[in-house]
């Protein structure tokens, strides 16, 4: 069974940093390319970044470009997401997700249950 | 404001049709095949209903089907059932920018009457 366990939501400050891990299980990690999504309070999905299988080809929402770094530890099963120059914008329930095998980077076939990332002073 | 547009709430009856339509751009909808529709009840995680425009994953009721004509995109649900009154949302490959490369629809809120 696929699981994805996401960590390190927590209150943070205006500009402040943080960042975020998603532990993968029950399936082989390194081929599959995986994703953060995240969802403000009361409002829709927003799509933030994606990684490739390696690692080395990586993508980003202009909103969070230049302050967030996606990255991933094949030999960990672990996907990260460096939050930096946080602003209250960026308070949201953050996913990482899976992508669906053999399709295209919009098929996500596995979520974590998300973690809270909450900006205030 | 999203990069796709979705009604915000669509309503019917048990027993009826309904579609949903998600009108993006020819850098997304309709440059490429792959939009895809998520089924999102209240505090939990979305669910995979459609990929690809069409092709609905194993376990997905067929009920739900997707289908697109230019740059719009629409997910039709069939013989509407109380237990699909949720939110949808749809999601589409971009080259709009440098950096993005998926984007997704407001949502729409599905209330089965």
């Known amino acids: 069974e696929v699981q994805l366990v996401e960590s390190g939501g927590v209150v943070v400050q205006p500009g402040g940093s943080l960042r975020l891990s998603c532990a993968a299980s029950?399936?082989?990690?390194?081929?599959?390319?995986m994703h953060w999504v995240r969802q403000r309070p009361g409002k829709g999905l927003e799509w933030v970044s994606l990684?490739?299988?390696?690692?080395?080809?990586?993508y980003y929402a202009d909103s969070v470009k230049g302050r967030f770094t996606i990255s991933r530890d094949n030999s960990k099963n672990s996907l990260y997401l460096q939050l930096n120059s946080l602003t209250t914008e960026d308070s949201a329930l953050y996913y990482c997700?899976?992508?669906?095998?053999?399709?295209?980077?919009?098929?996500?076939?596995?979520w974590g249950q998300g973690t809270l990332v909450f900006v205030s002073s | 404001q999203s990069a796709l547009t979705q009604p915000a709430s669509v309503s019917g009856s048990p027993g009826q049709s309904i579609a949903i339509s998600c009108t993006g751009t020819?850098?997304?909808?309709?440059?490429?095949?792959?939009v895809s529709w998520y089924q999102q009840y209240p505090g939990k995680a979305p669910k995979l209903i459609i990929y690809?425009?069409?092709n609905r994953p194993s376990g997905v009721s067929d009920r739900f089907s997707g289908s697109k004509s230019g740059n719009t995109a629409s997910l039709t649900i069939s013989g509407l059932q109380t237990e699909d009154e949720a939110d949808y949302y749809c999601?589409?490959?971009?080259?709009?920018?440098?950096?993005?490369?998926?984007?997704f629809g407001g949502g729409t809120k599905l209330t089965v009457l």
């Open positions: 997700v899976k992508e669906k095998w053999g399709s295209s980077w919009t098929a996500y076939d596995s």
């Open positions: 029950g399936f082989t990690f390194r081929d599959f390319s």
């Open positions: 990684i490739n299988r390696n690692g080395r080809t990586t």
């Open positions: 020819s850098s997304d909808i309709g440059g490429y095949n792959y």
């Open positions: 690809d425009v069409s």
């Open positions: 999601t589409s490959y971009t080259t709009r920018t440098t950096l993005e490369r998926v984007v």
